[in-house]
């Protein structure tokens, strides 16, 4: 039942997002469009609550991570993930699965319908029977290939002024880009010439957020996503949705009233959902996607990963433990969403006042040796910087310049999934992170596309061979990275929301301590960062801690802990 609170709650994040370009009549009629669509929902649907344990896991991947020339992708992916992914997720992300013009599914052309090669709306309202499905509302722009945009073009409904355009006076000087193309395409239309907005491709045109029937169009689709099995939405590239004159045309004031105005829709809903920011942006800016707990549910931890392969290439703690000591412990509910790799690469923004000038530089040189490609963005002097490194993580942390012939990869690697898993928030695993697959040189061969390096696509019988062999690379892979979540579920001090202390050791060890929401189980997360083997002193009531990593304790004249080079161990107390 909506209450007049609530009612006042979504017009005044109207009034804020709209009074200056609506009369208080236009505002009235969509507010109550918004109230009519909440209310219809509810009358369908019985309430169902959601929550998060130490039990929440996401695993990421495409439609089509997973085929087989003898069913549609989706229902492959499912039965693949029912007899070997399960026991160890209860959550899967699937990247955008709408009929797309390109960039792996982000250039939506019909955000209503499924891509006919990888299934139906059918597939995956089955799986969400069983599994939390999370799905991308690709929220920013959409494909110049387009239903929108044909009518954008016609000036027909849905369509007409859903896209931005911005004429020859826009100043353009201080946006902040993710890309290097050019930014604004000049098109006649209606009679006049006027530029086209395009974020991130030619082919990828920016929506127009100041048409209030964009917004509702949105809610629509959040709605029917809801009503076909999604619980969790990733709002993709929600930074850059507002643009103003003069301005960086990211973080606006009224893209987070857009986040808050979203974040009461779905709380008002009788089936509870949770909103994820998608932000790869520097950190402050990143935390503030929470808003005062009333933005979003879950923000992508996006200076975790590069913070950790650095640590692990340079056997350095330092920048790690810096971070994360100053990173604020989450709130009920809300949760950091931790991951390593992404279908991207990994972001280097987020290291901006993290990193100084010579350390990235001397990383991203390493990344290069390992075989990174690397993806870049205009600034405004017109020079360009790194955005992103294009690799998987396998190939990321398989040599060093301290282990130059790549002895330690499989210790390297499994040891981050372990700090990743461990710290506080919700462990996300890609698809192919979970077999330590390398690059994808081939796929990049053909297409020049940089991020296409990480986005492997399994064939069933290839796989399925693979794991039934014990000694091949991805099933050892499987079955480490497997065990560590196996263990996390079991854990109620790996609740995301658990306490997390910074422990310090010195620069070659990574620690730190969770405690469980009861304050009954503590548990002690210590990470040899090096190639030679280290000592730290510890208390006798570590020593009588138990391992969850199941390997025996080594402990020297009876105070110190001995750790094995790329060691990790979890002490808890129960």
Known sequence: MLTQKDQKTIRSKLDNIYKIFLSKKDIDYFENEIIQIIKNFNKKNFKKKKSISEKTSLIICYGDSV????????????????????????????????????????????????????????????????????????????????????????????????????????????????????????????KKSDYLWRTFSPDQIDLNFKNPHVLIQFIKIMIHLINNGVTIFRLDAIAYLWKENGTKCINLNQTHEIIKLLRIVINLLNIKTTII??????????????????????????????????????????????????????????????????????????????????????????????????????????????????????????????????????????????????????????????????????????TGNNRDVNRYKWNLKNITSKLKNKRTKQNIFYQNICNLLNIRRKQKAFHPNALRINLNYGQKIYAFKRVSIDKKQTITCITNLSSKIQKIKINKKNQKMKNLMASKIHIEDKKFLVLKPFETIWLSNQ
């Open 67 to 190: 085929y087989s020339e003898k069913k549609k992708s989706i229902k492959v992916f499912q039965s693949f993930f029912q007899k070997k992914l399960k026991n160890y997720f209860n959550t899967i992300h699937f990247l955008p699965f709408y009929p797309s013009s390109s960039d792996s599914g982000f250039a939506v052309k019909d955000h209503f319908k499924v891509e006919n090669k990888l299934g139906n709306w059918l597939d995956i309202k089955n799986i969400s029977k069983k599994t939390d499905v999370m799905a991308d509302v690709v929220i920013n722009h959409s494909s110049a290939r387009g239903l929108w945009f044909k009518n954008f073009l016609k000036k027909k409904e849905p369509g007409k002024d859903y896209f931005l355009t911005v004429n020859s006076r826009f100043n353009t000087s201080k946006v902040v880009r993710p890309r290097d193309h050019k930014l604004l395409k000049k098109i006649k239309i209606f």
């Open 277 to 446: 920011t998608e932000t790869n942006l520097p950190e402050r800016e990143n935390i503030s996607y929470f808003g005062k707990n009333d933005e979003a549910n879950w923000i992508y931890n996006f200076s975790l990963p590069p913070l950790l392969i650095h640590a692990f290439l340079f056997e350095n703690s330092s920048y790690l433990n810096k971070w994360s000591k100053n990173l604020p412990n989450t709130k009920n509910e809300n949760s950091y969403l931790n991951f390593i790799s992404s279908h991207d690469g990994i972001g280097i923004r987020p290291t901006e006042g993290l990193f100084n000038k010579k350390i990235l530089n001397n990383f991203l040189k390493r990344l290069k040796k390992n075989g990174s490609k690397f993806s870049y963005r205009k600034v405004q002097n017109k020079t360009k910087k790194v955005y992103e490194a294009n690799i998987t993580v396998f190939d990321a942390l398989k040599k060093s310049d301290y282990d130059t012939k790549g002895k330690f990869y499989l210790e390297r690697y499994v040891s981050a999934h372990a700090i990743m898993v461990s710290f506080e928030g919700i462990p996300g695993i890609y698809f192919n992170s979970i077999f330590g697959t390398s690059n994808d040189e081939a796929k990049f061969i053909i």
